[in-house]
Nanobody
Framework: VQLQASGGGLVQAGGSLRLSCAASGRTFGSLVMGWFRRAPGKEREFVAAVGRSTYYTDSVTGRFTISRDNAKNTVYLQMNSLTPEDTAVYYC???????????????????WGQGTQVTVSS
């Protein structure tokens, strides 16, 4: 599985962006898809995931929405009400056997995209 993330950019605080992650391969529908981010000087952080359910880290709940289109082999991350604290490189990831308890754990994911930069100005 190869993942290609896009949609990042520069936006003012309060604005919105939609990230996309296109996946190759024929098993997309069976994969758990996740978004992680890494801010400068910080560890990689779980943002959201979608399998049979959706999962979010607390800091984005109510502002971000993850969705998937299995017909297009694509997962999306709609980000609203962005703040400078959301500035990071965002990575999409795919996992073949991610457990419910493990959706936020990077090592549960088998495949990673190249990352897309999101910068939120104040």
């Amino acid at each position: 599985v190869q993942l290609q993330a896009s949609g990042g950019g520069l936006v003012q605080a309060g604005g919105s962006l939609r990230l996309s992650c296109a996946a190759s391969g024929r098993t997309f529908g069976s994969l758990v898809m996740g978004w992680f981010r890494r801010a400068p000087g910080k560890e990689r952080e779980f943002v959201a995931a979608v399998g049979r359910s959706t999962y979010y880290t607390d800091s984005v709940t109510g502002r971000f929405t993850i969705s998937r289109d299995n017909a297009k082999n694509t997962v999306y991350l709609q980000m609203n009400s962005l703040t400078p604290e959301d500035t990071a490189v965002y990575y999409c990831a795919a996992g073949e056997s991610v457990t419910v308890d493990g959706v936020s754990v990077p090592t549960q994911y088998n495949y990673w995209g190249q990352g897309t930069q999101v910068t939120v100005s104040s």
